[in-house]
């Protein structure tokens, strides 16, 4: 059965950072894009950063500058780096590996940012 399997979430205070990562168990070569998305309380799930297969970024503007996404093809794990963290970036925070065969989601992992 496929396992993803999120870590490193967490509280940090405003200006801190903390890193996310996120495994899964899928051949490499399978996997299409590699993302991370996040939910605030009362607000729906949005869209943060994808890592295509190829190697291109996306950043949903409010994290530009700010948050990197990157991977380890040979721990088939992506990472979501967060400097400057602000106090709207707190969230619940949900990796995603889609395939042309899925659509895996991690299981959340919770980021405060407050001083």
């Known amino acids: 059965q496929v396992q993803v399997v999120e870590s490193g979430g967490g509280l940090v205070q405003p200006g801190g950072s903390l890193r996310l990562s996120c495994a899964a168990s899928?051949?490499?070569?399978?996997?299409?894009?590699m993302g991370w998305y996040r939910q605030a309380p009362g607000k729906q799930r949005e869209w943060v950063a994808t890592l295509t297969s190829g190697g291109r970024t996306y950043y949903t503007d409010s994290v530009k500058g700010r948050f990197t996404i990157s991977r380890d093809n040979a721990k088939n794990t992506v990472y979501l780096q967060m400097n400057s963290l602000k106090p709207v970036d707190t969230a619940v925070y949900y990796c995603?590996?889609?395939?042309?065969?899925?659509?895996?989601w991690g299981q959340g992992t919770q980021v405060t940012v407050s001083s």
């Open positions: 995603n590996f889609r395939g042309d065969q899925y659509d895996l």
């Open positions: 899928v051949s490499t070569l399978s996997i299409n894009t």
